[in-house]
């Protein structure tokens, strides 16, 4: 052990091993690097954007922006403290509102991230009484929350309803807690929901399903739970994300009263945390009036996304994330790069975002989309990746 590497008293530097590790991540193509984005003058973007999840381009509309800064010259930069403090607006409920009145569920509750949305409706609705099965793809946030949710955890293949009736058919709790993606966040696949929801009812238990994907972009906008026709059953909780489809900042969980009342007296991650700031409540709530108004948006999406899927070969997605799969990490991550280095910019899913042996360049489509985009994707693609 070099002299370096000994911390005083001789026992070992205890950040030693950070230089083994961060080398081993670099020759298996998983380091990763923060590459901020620059601006052109005017405030356009010298790249062509397939990456981003701003899937309506409401990012940069000018009645999202209008909203925001609206909302910062009234209430200031921030929200001052948490939800149950100072930290609630009366635009935060009138967001709330609109939200609910868009998906059709009863009451809505907003969080300052999708991230924390996730964790604090798993966490205060499951416990050591709920047994959670959840989907082997489901996101992070839905895996972190298991691990916080003080719950035992059965993890079932992705979209295995058998496995799932299983799980639930044989449990020894009182309570049950079923966790899904509605629209896969790497696969970009959507899950049936309505057999999901029968499934849930028959074995007597609640279903918790992520539309971070499908808001904006399945049921003429109002996401795949409400296309479905769930959003308004009393063993559905949904959440959402507010910083995909609708372009700002956020997140929120949507269900029946009782579901949000328990929330704001029991979810960790809203109880402790400062509320969402004013600014990216008032573009939230601008960017929800205009996919209520503009149901066409979420079909220009999908046409988009489909023309994405011809250009490169693969089967159209069922809303905006498009999968190419590559299989080991380093070449995709030599694919995404090669395609940066022309002026497009995608994904690069690798471990442990997605399973070892299936990195895949994940493409977004966005409404806004022009044929002189995807003809210099289509041109740009076929250069890096020759049929």
């Avoid at 701003?54 to 200031?76: C, E, M, N, Q, S």
């Avoid at 979209?159 to 449990?171: F, M, N, S």
């Avoid at 269900?255 to 573009?283: E, K």
């Avoid at 960017?287 to 209520?292: E, G, L, N, P, S």
Wanted: charged share 20%; hydrophobic share 50%.
């Amino acid at each position: 052990m070099s002299a370096a590497a000994v911390a005083a008293g001789g026992w070992p530097d205890p950040l030693a091993w950070l230089a083994d590790a961060a080398a081993e991540r670099t020759a298996a193509g998983l380091r990763r690097t923060l590459r901020p984005r620059r601006p052109e003058p005017g405030g356009r973007l010298g790249i062509l954007d397939l990456a981003s999840n701003d899937y309506l381009g409401l990012a940069r509309d000018r009645r999202v922006l209008a909203g925001a800064a609206a909302a910062l010259d009234r209430w200031g930069a921030g929200a001052t403290g948490s939800r149950l403090v100072t930290g609630s607006t009366e635009l935060h409920a009138e967001l709330e509102r609109a939200l609910a009145g868009l998906v059709g569920a009863p009451a809505a509750l907003v969080f300052s991230s999708g991230y924390l949305a996730n964790l604090g409706a798993v966490t205060a609705l499951a416990g050591p009484d709920c047994l959670i099965v959840s989907d082997a793809a489901n996101h992070a946030s839905l895996i972190d929350a298991c691990r916080l949710s003080r719950s035992r955890v059965v993890v079932v293949p992705h979209g295995d309803q058998r496995a799932a009736a299983t799980a639930l058919a044989v449990r020894a709790e009182p309570r049950a807690l079923v966790l899904l993606e509605a629209v896969n966040s790497a696969a970009g696949d959507l899950l049936p929901l309505a057999g999901w929801h029968r499934l849930a009812v028959r074995f007597g238990a609640l279903l918790l399903v992520d539309d971070a994907h499908g808001l904006g972009v399945r049921g003429a906008g109002r996401g795949a739970v409400a296309e479905a026709g769930l959003a308004a059953e009393p063993n559905v909780v949904t959440t959402v994300t507010l910083s995909k489809a609708l372009g700002a900042q956020g997140g929120a969980v949507l269900g029946g009263q009782p579901v949000i009342d328990h929330l704001v007296d029991r979810a960790r991650s809203f109880v402790f945390d400062t509320g969402l700031n004013p600014a990216a409540v008032g573009a939230a709530l601008a960017a929800v009036r205009i996919v209520a108004a503009e149901p066409g948006l979420a079909a220009a999406v999908r046409r988009r996304a489909a023309d994405l899927a011809a250009i490169c070969g693969v089967p159209a997605p069922d809303a905006a994330v498009l999968p190419v799969l590559v299989g080991e990490a380093l070449p995709a991550f030599e694919r995404a790069q090669a395609l940066r280095e022309r002026g497009i910019e995608v994904g690069c899913f690798r471990p442990p975002s997605v399973p070892p042996g299936t990195a895949r360049l994940r493409l977004v489509a966005r409404a806004d989309l022009t044929d002189a985009d995807l003809e210099r994707f289509c041109q740009t693609w076929r250069a890096v990746w020759p049929s």
